[in-house]
T-cell receptor, first 114, second 113 residues
């Protein structure tokens, strides 16, 4: 069974630009969550999508948005990039059922804003 | 954003030694997860705990869900060089449905031969 796939692995953008990151969850998983990891703030929850609907959101500005497609693949978009958005962006896949389920992470996308 | 208190922050141990680390929270969680992260990679799930007081093993790893539901512990026995990395605890409040993970600050483990 393939794991969680995130593309691209590395990205360099200029301040003010926008960026789109992609995540393909484990086959059969319907929940995709996004996290931002920085040395200063650690791992912080951005949002979760389940069956194409955002059902939980962290404390990030509106410049951070996402969506989920019918095949459960998810994209995350950051507009008007700031230097502080440089981070490792991680996607987590869960089955999303009613029982407690573990979250499995992709390798992440390393975003550098210059 | 919120982070759980994890200690120690870093450890430098010799190969073959046992390792203990813990994670504490001011609020209750329904699930505790332990992850290991290598540089430049995503966290890899090690152990999941679902019940207060639960003790679960995965090879040389043993983790416990504290009875207060506000803490968790991870032990690694007979450490080996490949145990090097950063270990994170994560708490999940809502079972199954809408949920998010709150992560600890991490414990950096370094192993010498």
């Amino acid at each position: 069974k393939a794991g969680v796939t995130q593309t691209p692995r590395y990205l360099i953008k200029t301040r003010g630009q926008q960026v789109t990151l992609s995540c393909s969850p484990i086959s059969g998983h319907r929940s995709v969550s996004w996290y931002q990891q920085t040395p200063g703030q650690g791992l912080q929850f951005l949002f979760e999508y389940f069956s194409e609907t955002q059902r939980n959101k962290g404390n990030f500005p509106g410049r951070f948005s996402g969506r989920q497609f019918s095949n459960s693949r998810s994209e995350m978009n950051v507009s008007t990039l700031e230097l502080g958005d440089s981070a490792l962006y991680l996607c987590a896949s869960r089955s999303g059922g009613t029982k407690n389920t573990e979250a499995f992470f992709g390798q992440g996308t390393r975003l550098t804003v210059v | 954003g919120q982070q759980l208190n994890q200690s120690p922050q870093s450890m430098f141990i010799q190969e073959g030694e046992d390792v203990s680390m813990n994670c504490t929270s001011s609020s209750i969680f329904n699930t505790w997860l332990w992850y290991k992260q290598d540089p430049g990679e995503g966290p890899v799930l090690l152990i999941a705990l679902y019940k207060a007081g639960e003790l679960t093993s995965n090879g040389r790893l043993t983790a416990q869900f504290g009875i207060t539901r506000k803490d968790s512990f991870l032990n690694i026995s007979a450490s080996i060089p490949s145990d090097v990395g950063i270990y994170f605890c994560a708490g999940q409040l809502t079972p199954g449905t809408a949920s998010k993970l709150t992560f600890g600050t991490g414990t950096r483990l370094q192993v010498t031969l």
